[in-house]
């Protein structure tokens, strides 16, 4: 075989031995470590979910007449345009009332151990009902919200094919089931992370990859772990050091406003990190507008350690790699009212 042919093939194996445009060595070992204590979102929602009770619930979770005011819905305090959140300390609801917390993502909330902050809904169905209910938020009662529905004739073909063998299925239980049903799609796959942790060896910036060693060795992942990075456990707020009352509210105690017991006295539902670079402010009291600064005091108050610029950058870095494919909604075109229609209460 002649130097030249020997040197085009030994081009091509130095060629393929590559890796691909932008790519790198990942770390086989940062990845079995990961797989121990996390695990990639689904690529798709459940498929036992019946398209009937998604399609309602999604015409639900964007109707603002299930509020006393016809001017709140579900979007509007978890917009599905900016991260499942309003990008709000704390929302605004009915009267221009203020909530008493940040508004959590709805992306990803199916994989939740329980709802709310402090967990006192136990499943999405639970926690559908209790915006409307809540004279805070949407200011109504179960029995004006299935009149209201019942006042909008298009509703009730929709509900029929959702609950077909009710015989009365437009009623207050049946509209939490079927938001719950749509709220379960509302799924981010692919980030980054999740698929480094399928095989894809160049799905995370080397930079990244720093970063999700510096979080696990650091502790983070004590509480954020799980398919949701979080959302699975109960932890104080200040394990080692309480943090300024500005970010702590002493009037808001968490979880003990439902279990009455004084060692869930500031407690809280460890929240999801899945999107995190796209939903500020953070912490239940909606304080702090910088990620970066997030992670600085979760790691004083949950460490007890003092990071650098330089872990608090890596770890952030790691954060952006959360961010998945979000999910592609049509607005619904809702069925009209007519003049018996109950009137909105402002």
């Known amino acids: 075989m002649s130097r030249k042919a020997l040197s085009r093939i030994a081009a091509t194996v130095v060629v393929a031995s590559l890796p691909a445009s932008g790519a790198f060595a990942a770390d086989a070992a940062l990845r079995e470590d990961a797989l121990a ?39 509007t305090c978890h917009n599905l345009g900016t991260g499942g959140v309003d990008l709000s300390p704390v929302s605004l609801g009915h009267r221009w009332q203020k909530g008493g917390r940040n508004s959590p993502t709805v992306l990803n909330a199916v994989y939740n151990t329980a709802q709310f902050w402090d967990g006192r809904a136990a499943d999405l169905t639970e926690q559908a009902g209790g915006p409307m209910v809540n004279p805070v938020e949407m200011g109504s009662t179960q029995e004006h919200v299935v009149e209201q529905l019942k006042g909008i004739p298009g509703y009730l073909p929709l509900f029929a094919a959702a609950f077909p063998a009710d015989p009365d299925p437009v009623n207050f239980a049946n509209a939490e089931a079927a938001i719950a049903a749509f709220e379960q799609t509302l799924i981010t796959p692919n980030a980054p992370f999740d698929r480094f942790l399928r095989g894809d060896d160049g799905a995370m910036t080397a930079e990244q990859q720093a970063g999700l060693r510096v979080f696990m060795d650091q502790g983070c992942a004590s509480c954020h772990n799980g398919i949701n990075l979080g959302g699975n456990s109960y932890q104080p707020f200040g394990v080692v050091e309480k943090p300024d009352w500005a970010i702590l509210p002493p009037g808001d105690k968490g979880r003990f406003e439902v279990t009455r017991a004084e060692e869930d006295a500031y407690v809280f539902k460890v929240p999801t990190l899945r999107n995190i670079s796209l939903t500020p402010p953070y912490f239940h009291s909606g304080s702090v507008w910088d990620l970066k600064t ?37 607005y619904p075109t809702l069925p009209p009212s007519t003049a018996d229609t109950p009137r909105p209460q402002q």
Do not use: W, Y
């Open 37 to 75: 204590l996390f695990e990639p979102i689904p690529e798709s929602p459940d498929p036992a979910l019946d398209p009937a009770a998604v399609e309602l619930g999604k015409a639900l979770f964007f109707e603002p007449r299930l509020s006393e005011g016809h001017n709140i819905s579900c979007n």
């Open 294 to 330: 997030a992670v600085g005091v979760m790691g004083s108050a949950q460490l007890g350690a003092t990071l650098d610029a330089d872990q608090e950058a890596s770890i952030v870095a790691f954060l952006d790699s959360l961010t998945g494919e979000m999910p592609q909604i049509v």
